[in-house]
């Protein structure tokens, strides 16, 4: 078994308030979650233009780990409305 995490950490364009912070990350992690990952708000939940996602994923092939976490890192990169400043990945297999 594989498993792989991701931890994005992101800046929000013109937003002034917790609740449009909320309005935006919704629905990306949504969104993520349709690659079959589970996703969530996971840092930075007071500040209103910072926050950090974070993505994981289990498989049986390592191969499989990485496409679906790059896929899920092109998702939110591409998003205009926000720009993603680090991504922390990390893959752990049988041999860890």
């Known amino acids: 078994m594989y ?9 929000l ?15 990306i992690v949504a969104e993520l979650k349709r690659f079959g990952v589970s996703a969530a708000e996971t840092g930075e939940q007071d500040r209103y233009r910072r926050t950090m996602v974070g993505v994981a994923i289990a498989s049986s092939g390592a191969t499989h780990v990485h496409e679906v976490l790059d896929n899920c890192e092109r998702l939110v990169a ?9 991504v922390r990945r990390r893959i752990f297999g049988p041999e860890d």
């Open 78 to 86: 591409r998003r205009p409305e926000i720009q993603l400043l680090a």
């Open 3 to 11: 498993l792989g995490a991701l931890e994005l950490d992101i800046l």
């Open 13 to 27: 364009g013109d937003v002034r308030s917790l609740k449009e912070k909320r309005s935006v990350i919704k629905p």
